[in-house]
């Protein structure tokens, strides 16, 4: 069945960069989109972009552009977001999720990884 | 706005129908579908409705979903304990190009 596995949880100083891992397996995942979303603890859901792994394409939510890099290794069948410039704010647990290219249903993510937690303190 | 707005909390007994909102505008939920996830603690959202009404296979139907305008409304009959935790929608807006989630709301079970 699909899954996808992210990589442990990081630790890391301001200014740093951080880069997590999601891995799918079960389906080729060259007809889907992975999705980033975030959430500190104890609070709501943020979205962070997406890529295709099938051309490399991304998008990225404004507020986090500029800092963010979504990229595909098509050799390992993962993906990473790299997030530079990290801050106090930037602590939440990080989700890759599938989007299934349902273009009538923008945001409908059938698949998650469990999640990493990114905690960013001096 | 940039965020689709939830009550931060619902409640009900056992047996009971309870229906928790999702308030958005024009760009998000006016003019797109909306999902609807549920988060269990400590673990990853779930899929719970798609496209405003449709369930996911294994999602037990006493769960539903619908949209009116730029509101839209899950509810869930017969609550059972196991439905004590947080729920969230999300939209497209296609004037922020982004993807928007709810608030989120804690469904607790009196």
């Known amino acids: 069945q699909v899954q996808l596995v992210q990589s442990g949880t990081e630790v890391k100083k301001p200014g740093a960069s951080v880069k997590v891992s999601c891995k799918a397996s079960g389906d080729t995942f060259t007809g889907y989109d992975i999705n980033w979303v975030r959430q500190a603890p104890g609070q709501g859901l943020e979205w962070m972009g997406w890529i295709t792994p099938k051309s490399g394409y991304t998008g990225y939510a404004q507020w986090i552009q500029g800092r963010v890099t979504m990229t595909w290794d098509t050799s390992t069948s993962t993906a990473y977001m790299e997030l530079s410039s990290l801050r106090s704010d930037d602590t939440a647990v990080y989700y890759c999720?599938?989007?299934?290219?349902?273009?009538?249903?923008?945001?409908?993510?059938?698949?998650w990884g469990q999640g990493t937690l990114v905690t960013v303190s001096s | 706005q940039s965020v689709l707005t939830q009550p931060p909390s619902a409640s009900g007994t056992p047996g009971q129908r309870v229906t928790i909102s999702c308030s958005g505008g024009?760009?998000?939920?006016?003019?797109?579908?909306v999902n609807w996830y549920q988060q269990l603690p400590g673990t990853a959202p779930k899929l719970l409705i798609y496209g405003n009404s449709h369930r996911p296979s294994g999602v037990p139907d006493r769960f539903s979903g619908s949209k009116s305008g730029t509101s839209a409304s899950l509810a869930i009959s017969g609550l059972q304990s196991e439905d004590e935790t947080d729920y969230f929608c999300?939209?497209?807006?296609?004037?922020?190009?982004?993807?928007?989630f709810g608030t989120g709301t804690k469904v607790t079970v009196l």
């Open positions: 024009s760009f998000n939920i006016g003019s797109n579908t």
């Open positions: 999720a599938r989007f299934p290219n349902d273009y009538n249903n923008l945001g409908l993510f059938d698949y």
């Open positions: 999300a939209a497209w807006d296609a004037s922020l190009n982004a993807l928007l």
